[in-house]
């Protein structure tokens, strides 16, 4: 592993994270772990008791865990679906569960944030301190002064919204400026260039795939978090191919409902029903790693 | 009061909020509710004993409120300082406390959030139905996915960052399209027209005056929440008087740290410190109203 890790130029101790658990399990699936209240197993309520949020959330996500984390680069933990003060206790104890039980998977923390000055100061120490996530996600229209307290912790990692795989991200991120270049492309090419310390990496979109055409020819070899695939349409085969690094990975992959609440065969349990949809998800990427370009 | 408020078109009910705010004050001024503990005065702790963040928290925002009220059209309240359970316990006091005390005061849930699906679904259950905040702060960047589950709630308000009021904002949002107008005159128009149920407003800059001449040929009459004043370095005096409506209000100011933390003189409590900041701030918007344009 570790010859294959020194075909990589130098990087940031989070891309260098990303690429070791990609060879340590031949895999580049991840799970997002958003969990909705109403759609978690009846048999966790049964364990926690009804009603008590904070404990319902943890003890779902730790299973999840559990199930999961052996075919599993990164788990994605949005914080806007940890509302309340229940809700951020949940946010807390995965962090920490994770971080107890499995080190070498990257802890992303989601939520798309952009705030500015002492409120992104006071954001960054939330997410790289408190909750100890390794990467977060950002989005961003305010430039980089909503990127840059962030950045300047330079052993974590930026995980920038650049494409977005919803549909209406066309009309605000493919818009083309004066010189032809879409406002995605711009922002990919400044925000590398100018806003972190080799410790920003991109979102883009499965769901058009004819974005991702020479796409490595921009991002040279960083991981990119690869959006839309799966409940938004984003087509493995397609997109996959094109966004591969020398070393045939360079992608994350998450899928989130699919994997938290798959269909259950008869007498599953709940977690093995996750563990079924995570080897879905990886033997899809690995397949789709074998199709050649275009 | 009523015929003032007839002299505009038909509005959604948080717009004709403000408007009866603004007539029944005579002021254009508001607070920015976003606590930095360590920055919460001695005498608070000596209240609900030290370490009781959330208790500490909720006391200093009511004795703000209680002071700064009478001349307040609306509190901002960044969920984005209120972090871990503790600071959501205190977010929820703070909403139900001003729900209860000032219902006539416009309640903004600011953080700049941007999300899709079901996520931004969540979310916007969190705000205007957990929090019953009255406007949100949103982000542009994903387009209306991002926004309309929001504005879905015709009832309540979105507050869109269309042209923010830190230094970078230039380099990501005043880039000029193929067209020639400025990425945020794109995002201005395009969710004014089509994002919203006449329940958005925009976060416009008085960093850049000269962005706002002619301003109302794009917004009509609907108020606009002018970011930037104080410390960073927005001119009343440039701004105001090119913003104003036609009964001469149009515009939400608010403060954070200079009504939060102002100097105390010698023998005045920290309420009446505050009362004194929102006294100034009201009074140089008012000032500056008299000015003519340009």
Chains 1, 2 share one sequence.
Request: net charge negative; with cysteine.
């Amino acid at each position: 592993m570790i010859e294959r890790l020194s075909n990589y130029e130098q990087s940031s101790p989070m891309i260098t994270k990303i690429r070791q658990r990609w060879f340590e399990i031949d895999a580049m699936s991840g799970v997002g772990l958003d969990p909705v209240v109403e759609k978690i197993p009846q048999e966790v309520w049964n364990q926690v008791g009804k009603g008590n949020i904070a404990d319902g959330i943890t003890f779902f996500n730790q299973k999840i865990i559990d199930a999961t984390a052996s075919q599993t680069v990164d788990y994605k933990i949005n914080a806007n679906f940890y509302s309340g003060e229940q809700g951020r206790r949940a946010l807390k104890n995965t962090f920490d569960y994770l971080k107890k039980t499995h080190p070498e998977i990257l802890r992303v923390c989601d939520g798309k944030f952009a705030d500015v000055g002492h409120t992104a100061d006071h954001l960054a120490a939330e997410i790289f301190e408190e909750l100890d996530a390794d990467a977060v996600l950002l989005n961003p229209y305010l430039g980089s002064d909503a990127i840059k307290p962030f950045t300047k912790y330079k052993d974590k990692l930026v995980i920038l919204c650049v494409n977005t795989s919803n549909p209406s991200a066309d009309e605000t991120q493919n818009i083309p400026l004066a010189d032809g270049t879409p406002y995605w492309k711009f922002i990919l090419r400044k925000s590398l260039e100018e806003w972190g310390n080799n410790n920003i990496i991109p979102v883009l979109s499965a769901t058009h795939p004819e974005n991702l055409i020479g796409i490595r020819s921009l991002v040279g070899q960083l991981p990119i978090l690869l959006a839309g695939v799966g409940s938004q349409g984003g087509d493995l085969n397609q997109s996959v191919p094109q966004c591969l690094d020398k070393n045939g990975y360079g992608l994350m992959i998450s899928a989130s409902r699919a994997i938290l609440y798959p269909e259950r065969q008869p007498g599953e349990s709940f977690p093995d029903a996750s563990r079924r949809a995570i080897t879905d998800l990886k033997n899809n990427i690995n397949q789709a790693k074998t199709l050649s370009h275009g």
